[in-house]
């Protein structure tokens, strides 16, 4: 063997040694950590300004606002984006009453959440709950007629879920019902705590909706707390979830989700995303 090929040979086995890590990097499939800012949304009041930067030195990586957001101008849609791309903070949707989806209020709900970047207008309540599986099939409707609008703006609908979406009308699961007769291209976001303290099962739910599940809401849920505990300290079965959500369920992004604990707004948040760390490293058993 002479000098050269030898060398070329050693030259090739460090390069490959130095790639390994990337091409280790490349098989995972790092998701988005981020915040529904309703957790937060007595400091958001205060000051909107204070509340993004402790969220985005906390370490997530993106935010979900929520209904207050469709009050703001144009011009304030725009001082909002540019300081969430100073923090390097993404807005992939924001939580909508059901009027910003009827036509009259679809055009200003597109303008401002272009302006923020997002992909998905996210239906957060059907602002009654469904008495039968036609009124099931009429908030499908909706949702379809909307996300037809949305797609010309490259926009989709999106629909999250609460506990009453989870109680059988009929023998029928009202969730169920919507999400067959709605458009592939609209998110089902699934609201953990709500699915798990109906008696349901998350992981089968995401398993049998391949790739509908772009974003969940990552909330908690205990029998003798209910949603007051932080993430990891409920009974939801975390890494069943996340490894059905990353392999079937297409999730995109994660969202935690807080509607209050023992802790002040900022301080759960904190909680929160270092108990997440502690799971999606190994730290934690739950």
């Not at 007629?145 to 490259?154: D, H, I, V, W, Y």
Request: glycine share 6%.
């Amino acid at each position: 063997m002479s000098r050269s090929t030898d060398l070329s040979r050693r030259n090739l086995l460090k390069l490959i040694a130095a790639s390994a890590p990337l091409a280790v990097l490349a098989k995972g499939k790092q998701i988005p950590i981020g915040l529904e800012l309703y957790s937060v949304r007595d400091e958001l009041k205060k000051d909107r300004t204070a509340t993004l930067q402790a969220v985005s030195k906390m370490g997530y990586e993106c935010v979900e606002f929520y209904a207050p957001y469709y009050e703001w101008t144009t011009e304030e849609a725009k001082q909002v984006r540019k300081q969430l791309d100073d923090l390097k903070l993404r807005c992939y949707s924001t939580h909508n009453d059901r009027q910003f989806l009827t036509p009259e209020g679809l055009t200003k709900a597109i303008e401002l959440n272009k302006i923020l970047g997002t992909r998905f207008i996210v239906l957060a309540h059907p602002g009654k709950e469904p008495a039968s599986i036609d009124e099931c099939k009429q908030l499908a409707d909706f949702l379809n007629r909307a996300n037809r609008t949305m797609e010309s703006e490259g926009l989709h609908a999106g629909y999250h879920n609460h506990d009453l979406e989870w109680k059988p009308i009929d023998g029928q699961v009202p969730l169920q019902v919507i999400a067959a007769n709605t458009d592939k291209s609209i998110m089902l976001q699934l609201d953990v705590g709500t699915c798990v303290s109906t008696g349901s099962d998350p992981v089968a739910w995401v398993n049998s909706h391949p790739g509908r599940i772009k974003s969940m809401h990552l909330k908690d849920w205990s029998p003798d707390q209910g949603y007051k505990v932080l993430f990891g300290e409920g009974v939801v079965p975390w890494k069943k979830l996340f490894a059905a959500a990353e392999s079937k369920g297409g999730v995109e992004y994660y969202l935690i989700e807080q509607e209050g604990s023992r802790y002040p707004e900022l301080e759960t948040a904190e909680r929160c995303i270092v108990a997440y760390r502690d799971l999606q490293n190994g730290k934690s058993s739950s």
